[in-house]
């Protein structure tokens, strides 16, 4: 049975290709493509000979083939010896479970042409395959799901390099296999954007100085930045970022604080309630995009302590608000 050496992201990866050569024709909402990709992988880690031992390794991930060889000089080996030519470029071709390449050698130390080695190499599966089934992937409402199917695989065949020996190549390890994916394929395609809480707060004492709160919060993740500026300064004396603890009704913070050269200046402490308000929806349409986002407003009630000059109440000084947006638009593969 085939031993599937390749981690599941690779697996993940390939699915992305095939999502971009999946074709069909003309799908309703609810059509489904198919792709499939093809596989194969050739390791020969010494092949020896009269004038001296190779290697070969060759690869096919969907529409991309690749190969690489090196020899080594009589009385040298792959086993920890440098080797005196070395593959600079491959062209490969595959018919069934018939491959043939060409590589371009050249000197491993000068880098200078040193001919072509060619290869054939037929390979007939054997054993039962192995199939690594991939989660589905979403995006919006179009879904992908795919598996990878791969077995064991006798090589026949041969190397030949630059001075016209052969070497057989039926000692290599081989697979062969396939990926497969299939994708819904509907008329619109349907994307979510990444729900946000935004909020701005300018506070402005009695005493002229003036707080300017900015917070984010995308992904689970909130963010903060705090500027504080002196009575009729346009340039922050303070200023400081940092992450924020951030829940369905409370926000807390300590967001540490430089001056304007760049030496700590303690902290911004901000600790506040967060009341949700009626929602409100903005929708429309441009050409053939269609777009609703639907808000709602949130009020922050709190202060933030600075330390180097005091409290500043955030109560009616800050428009805040959550997000999420939806868009629809035609779909270029139906």
Known sequence: MATDHRPLW????LL???????????????????????????????????????????????????????????????????PALVSAGSTLHRAGDTITGTLEMVDAVTGESAGEARFVAVLRPVGDPTVSDSRPTRDGNMV??????????????????????????????ATVGQIVVIRNTPSRIVEHEAAQTIAECLVRRV?????????????????AEVKVFAPGSQDPAFFGSGP???????????????DVDGYPAGEATVAATVDRLGPRVAKGREGDVDFKVFFRDLELRG???????????????????HQRGTIRYPNPEA
């Open 303 to 321: 202060t933030v302590v600075v330390s180097a000059v005091g409290s500043f109440p955030l109560d009616g000084a800050c428009t805040a608000y």
């Open 10 to 13: 690779v697996l993940r990866g």
């Open 144 to 173: 992908d799901r795919g598996y990878r199917s791969e077995q064991d695989a006798a090589a026949d065949g041969a190397l030949v390099l630059p001075d016209g020996s052969e070497r057989s190549i039926s000692s290599c390890t």
């Open 207 to 223: 005493d002229d100085h003036v707080l300017d709160l900015l917070l984010l919060s995308e992904d689970g993740e909130t963010f």
């Open 16 to 82: 992305a290709l095939a999502t971009l050569i999946l074709a069909g024709g003309p799908a309703t909402a609810a059509a489904l493509t198919r792709a499939t990709l093809p596989l194969f992988s050739l390791g020969c880690a010494e092949l020896p000979g009269v004038s001296g031992s190779a290697t070969l390794f060759a690869d096919q991930q969907g529409p991309d083939l690749f190969a690489s060889a090196a020899v080594w000089t009589p009385g040298t080996s792959p086993d920890g010896d440098p």
């Open 244 to 258: 924020v603890a951030l829940d369905r009704r409370t926000l807390v913070a300590a967001l540490p604080l430089i």
